[in-house]
């Protein structure tokens, strides 16, 4: 079933799902996020033109398990995690850029997030504070990551999966787990 159209998406560029079958769209032309069911029904929305929260165009959205609302915008570079309880942090994450090849988000499986960085030629790892855990790709030759995808991977770690919209390429590395502090 097709829905979606009745809620006026201006250019969209990124979604999520929930294993619960909630989705969230990063309307990046709107400057907002939305939420909606699994049939398609509004739950919500986050920023929005007059908003100064996604005002930087969000190009990507993740949803946590818990319920926390992640998502990136490619003007400033800067990544948001709204908490289910309402709290708000926000990190500067990749390098600003166009939200035609904006940055992606992937969640990583211990926690935390994955960001593309088009503009850095990278990819970039963050724990669940926001703090920086380190970054892939500079080895790899990558001239434009966007798409990212990460999962468990069967040896302990994550599978981490990038298009590289310049290169016409799909490159996936096996990152070892970070240790516990």
Not at 14 to 31: E, K, P, R, Y
Not at 51 to 66: F, K
Not at 79 to 91: F, K, N, P, S, Y
Request: charged letters at 20%; proline letters at 9%; a negative charge.
């Amino acid at each position: 079933a097709a829905f979606g159209a009745e809620q006026a998406f201006y250019r969209p560029r990124g979604l999520d799902a929930s294993a619960g079958g909630q989705i969230a769209v990063a309307d990046t032309g709107g400057a907002r996020l939305v939420r909606l069911d699994a049939a398609g029904y509004p739950l919500g929305q986050v920023g929005g033109r007059e908003s100064d929260l996604a005002r930087g165009q969000p190009t990507d959205v993740a949803l946590s398990p818990t319920g926390d609302l992640t998502f990136v915008e490619a003007e400033t570079g800067v990544v948001t995690r709204l908490q289910a309880d309402g709290t708000l942090d926000r990190w500067q994450g990749p390098l600003p850029a166009n939200t035609i090849d904006g940055p992606h988000l992937a969640l990583r499986p211990a926690g935390g997030v994955y960001a593309s960085d088009p503009e850095g030629r990278r990819l970039l790892s963050f724990d669940r504070q926001g703090q920086p855990l380190g970054q892939l790709g500079g080895d790899a030759g990558l001239r434009k990551p966007v798409g990212l995808a990460a999962a468990p991977a069967p040896d302990q770690g994550d599978l981490v999966v990038v298009a590289d919209s310049q290169l016409c390429q799909v490159v996936a590395w096996r990152v070892p787990a970070v240790p516990k502090p």
